[in-house]
């Protein structure tokens, strides 16, 4: 079974911070790059931030540089979004994907990313 499973979102006050995990299982995630993806209600679905395989490149869209930051344990087959400074419009579903090492570039692009988890909740709000 080939599986990816966020969890750690949840209710936070704007300023507040919020640490997000993404589990592998059925699959190393040591030759897979991890992209994170959030979605509003009424919007798209959007990149949030991307991290290589190797941990050599990360890339973060430009609405949360600065304030998330995305790491990877490999020993525990496991993906982190670190959110600081949490604002009310980073309320979304957050949903972690992986992306073959050979497309990372392209790591923001749903078509490019082979497994999906299935969403963890954040709110922020006051």
């Known amino acids: 079974q080939l599986q990816l499973v966020e969890s750690g979102g949840g209710l936070v006050q704007p300023g507040g911070s919020l640490r997000l995990s993404c589990a592998a299982s059925?699959?190393?995630?040591?030759?897979?790059?991890i992209g994170w993806f959030r979605q509003a209600p009424g919007k798209e679905r959007e990149g949030v931030s991307c991290?290589?395989?190797?941990?050599?490149?990360?890339k973060y869209a430009d609405s949360v540089k600065g304030r998330f930051t995305i790491s990877r344990d490999n020993a525990k087959n496991t993906v982190y979004l670190q959110m600081n400074s949490l604002k009310p419009e980073d309320t979304a579903v957050y949903y972690c994907?992986?992306?073959?090492?050979?497309?990372?570039?392209?790591?923001?692009?749903?078509?490019?990313?082979?497994?999906w988890g299935q969403g963890t909740q954040v709110t922020v709000s006051s």
């Open positions: 991290i290589s395989s190797s941990t050599v490149y990360t």
């Open positions: 994907a992986s992306v073959r090492v050979s497309r990372f570039n392209l790591c923001f692009l749903e078509a490019a990313n082979d497994y």
């Open positions: 059925g699959f190393n995630l040591d030759y897979y790059g």
